[in-house]
T-cell receptor, first 110, second 113 residues
């Protein structure tokens, strides 16, 4: 059974204070690791897909990296508008659906 | 449409009543998923439709839950004899191909009183 663990559960940063969010996973035959952002009262919004260890993707202040056991979402010089819950999910083996972690709630203070 | 549309956005129902939740996926997306998100919990898979194949119902928590999809368009999730533990946000997502990731709707917030 695929498993995803995200840490920490919550993170409070000062504006401009860079940090990283962790996603550890167990999956039989990774076919993709996904990062989503979710704002209160809204559905998750797709950010990145990573397919193999060593792969990196960037979008504005966000950079996602992948190893064989975990993924990191690095946030460089965050702004208050980056405050949201960040979800990690995996697609593995013969599964046809994503398995999600519980998410990390990020708050960025001005 | 431009995105995944869900209705209603909010639903309050009395315990024991039946409810129907609707999802209108992105045109051309053959895959459609229903997930449930309880307060403080991760997204919980419910059911998956892919084209004309038999749906994957492995995530439905009980026989009170059922879902249908007409071809590659609208889907409805039905919960019969609702219980308080059914209170959650029900999210629908569609995808052109599973490895491309999903596009989610804004969800239906169901409250059973």
């Amino acid at each position: 059974e695929d498993q995803v663990t995200q840490s920490p559960e919550a993170l409070r940063l000062q504006e401009g204070e860079s940090s990283s969010l962790n996603c550890s996973y167990t999956v039989s035959g990774l076919r993709g690791l996904f990062w989503y952002r979710q704002d209160p009262g809204k559905g998750p919004e797709f950010l990145f897909t990573l397919y193999s260890a060593g792969e990196e993707k960037e979008k504005e202040r966000l950079k996602a990296t992948l190893t064989k056991k975990e993924s990191f979402l690095h946030i460089t010089a965050p702004k208050p508008e980056d405050s949201a819950t960040y979800l990690c999910a995996v697609l593995g083996g013969a599964n046809s659906k994503l398995t999600f972690g519980k998410g990390i709630t990020l708050s960025v203070r001005p | 449409g431009a995105g995944v549309s869900q209705s209603p956005s909010n639903k309050v129902t009395e315990k024991g009543k039946d409810v129907e939740l609707r999802c209108d996926p992105i045109s051309g997306h053959t895959a459609l998923y229903w997930y449930r998100q309880r307060l403080g919990q991760g997204l919980e898979f419910l059911i998956y439709f892919q084209g004309n194949s038999a749906p994957d119902k492995s995530g439905l928590p009980s026989d009170r839950f059922s879902a249908e999809r007409t071809g590659e368009s609208v889907s409805t999730l039905t919960i019969q004899r609702t219980q308080q533990e059914d209170s959650a946000v029900y999210l629908c997502a569609s995808s052109l191909q599973e490895s491309y990731g999903y596009t989610f709707g804004s969800g239906t917030r169901l409250t059973v009183v």
